[in-house]
């Protein structure tokens, strides 16, 4: 599994995945930082494989209309800490890896469940 952090998404996400075995970048890490648009994004996600990791409702639609990004994990947690963030991403690393190396699809993690589904 690849990820790819949006924007919004705190360095110590990075971190953490980098130290879970994933290999992790950030948007600011692209050529044009945090000015670089969606489509563009979505693009090197897809090209690289990697799993747009996003709080960003944006995202989500696109995944749903346009079928890119191809692997997204969407934050529905409010404004959480980065802790909190990280704590949930670790109760659930071994389940997102699995999903996002077999699949193209969707996770969506909220407070009380993680919601998973495949495009049609």
Do not use: W
Not at 81 to 108: H, M, P, Q
Request: proline share 3%; net charge negative; hydrophobic share 40%.
């Amino acid at each position: 599994m690849k990820a790819l952090c949006d924007v919004h998404i705190a360095f110590k996400v990075v971190y953490f995945l980098q130290k879970n075995g994933i290999e992790t970048k950030h948007v600011n890490e692209l050529p044009n930082g945090c000015f670089t648009a969606d489509p563009e994004i979505c693009d090197f996600a897809d090209q690289g494989d990697y799993v747009m990791i996003t709080k960003d409702a944006d995202f989500l639609d696109s995944f749903l209309l346009q079928k890119s990004p191809r692997k997204l994990l969407k934050i529905n947690l409010g404004n959480i800490t980065t802790s909190r963030l990280i704590a949930i991403l670790e109760e659930n690393i071994d389940y997102l890896k699995s999903f996002f190396e077999t699949n193209e699809g969707c996770i969506e993690i909220y407070s009380d469940r993680i919601f998973a589904y495949k495009p049609n």
